[in-house]
């Protein structure tokens, strides 16, 4: 017998052809729904995937992790691209767009290097797909560049430094994810990004954060004061803070029911009085 409750929100929907007899395994088809519980912009990192396992009943190696990843690829719900500059790109599919395809099967002295497949009649198709959703972050980033106003226009007399692509990578991503459609990349948000990749976080990460901070109760309303925090200069604060989010991605906090939020409330309430009290505040 199989109880279900009924859900408005943080639920996934799977398309049951992943559940198919003789098709996956149930480790493949953990890995696989796991990933399709993922934000679309959610970036698969083979090391971080291996991290999650850890403190579990059944701790998950990297090779593991790597074979899981290869049956995925066979089986057409992953398609896997190697990109000249060394990235590896990872694109997951709700059902199977080939079977398999050589082209996605990885060297096995290199578990990141895709094979050449040759007459395969799927390869142009997956890489079409790769291509098109890259083509798209870039006509993203020049729309971007062309209607912020610290961009410049191409007058002689306009000599305003251009925007950063990696900043209008982090900024679209956080405008999608947390929901802020009209918001303008200023000064101040442009020198939290600014800082965010100095300290040598790729642009990657910085999503991973943005994704964190989205999935963490307390910053999207859960507290005492019924606030969303959200900005940017919260979530890339500090180093600390951007850790703090982007494990929060991967394993994202409990949100807290009625009682707890109203034990909450009351803690910080009596913090805040017992510190204007003293003088603090």
Excluded at 20 to 38: D, M, V
Excluded at 91 to 100: L, Q
Excluded at 143 to 168: A, R, Y
Aim: a positive charge.
């Amino acid at each position: 017998m199989i109880k279900r409750s009924k859900r408005q929100n943080n639920f996934t929907v799977v398309n049951n052809e992943i559940y198919a007899e003789n098709r996956l395994s149930f480790e493949a088809i953990g890995l696989l729904t796991y990933l399709l519980s993922k934000p679309d912009n959610w970036q698969i990192n083979p090391k971080a995937l291996a991290k999650i396992t850890e403190g579990t009943d059944k701790k998950t190696g990297i090779n593991k992790i790597y074979s899981m990843l290869n049956v995925l690829i066979n089986a057409g719900f992953i398609v896997r691209k190697k990109f000249a500059d060394g990235t590896v790109e990872y694109t997951v599919y709700d059902g199977p767009v080939h079977a398999n395809s050589e082209q996605q099967n990885p060297n096995h002295g290199n578990p990141d290097k895709a094979n050449p497949n040759h007459g395969n009649p799927d390869k142009a198709f997956s890489e079409t797909l790769i291509r098109t959703e890259r083509q798209q972050e870039l006509n993203t980033n020049k729309e971007l560049t062309d209607n912020n106003p610290h961009t410049p226009k191409g007058g002689d007399n306009e000599k305003l430094p251009k925007i950063n692509p990696d900043i209008l990578k982090v900024f679209e991503h956080w405008k999608s994810r947390c929901n802020h459609p009209k918001a303008k990349l200023d000064t101040k948000r442009q020198k939290a990004i600014k800082s965010a990749l100095s300290w040598g976080y790729p642009v990657e990460d910085l999503r991973q954060a943005i994704d964190g901070c989205s999935l963490t109760p307390f910053n999207q309303g859960q507290n005492d004061r019924g606030q969303v925090y959200d900005s940017l200069q919260t979530i890339l604060k500090d180093a600390d803070q951007v850790d703090r989010f982007m494990a929060n991605a991967l394993n994202p906090p409990k949100a807290l029911n009625k009682q707890q939020q109203l034990e909450a409330s009351n803690l910080a309430a009596l913090h805040r009085y017992q510190a204007k009290k003293q003088g603090v505040v």
